[in-house]
């Protein structure tokens, strides 16, 4: 089993960066891992997806371009850089894993498929 810690949430204003870490323990290799949102009243939805072992990362159309995955394997942590925020980023944001020797299972922002998950962490984006 792996465990996560997310951490890195705060309060900016619009245009304003986060990063945001995702810290795993316990059993960490072999896990397409995965960031996601969910604001008051809305569904959970899929950011960005990688494996943990490296590879390519998947974005959702919402951050392409302004969200980016980066990864520190001595650490065991994930990172999500998040730049040019926006008010409707606002949300609580989580870390979750699920077991995958293969890469090419890390293409998935369905929240079904994940059944690891952290704590959360908030991220406020005010206009």
């Known amino acids: 089993q792996v465990q996560l810690v997310e951490s890195g949430g705060g309060s900016v204003q619009a245009g304003g960066s986060l990063r945001l870490s995702c810290t795993l323990s316990?059993?960490?290799?072999?896990?397409?891992i995965a960031w996601f949102r969910q604001a008051p009243g809305k569904e959970r939805e899929g950011v960005a997806s990688?494996?943990?072992?490296?590879?390519?990362?998947y974005y959702d159309d919402s951050v392409q371009g302004r969200f980016t995955i980066s990864r520190d394997n001595a650490k065991n942590t994930l990172y999500l850089q998040a730049d040019s925020l926006k008010p409707e980023d606002t949300a609580m944001y989580y870390c979750?894993?699920?077991?995958?020797?293969?890469?090419?299972?890390?293409?998935?922002?369905?929240?079904?498929?994940?059944?690891?998950w952290g704590q959360g962490t908030q991220v406020t984006v005010s206009s």
């Open positions: 990688t494996h943990i072992g490296g590879g390519s990362s």
């Open positions: 979750a894993a699920f077991g995958s020797y293969s890469a090419s299972h890390c293409t998935s922002l369905s929240k079904e498929k994940y059944n690891y």
């Open positions: 316990g059993s960490t290799l072999n896990y397409c």
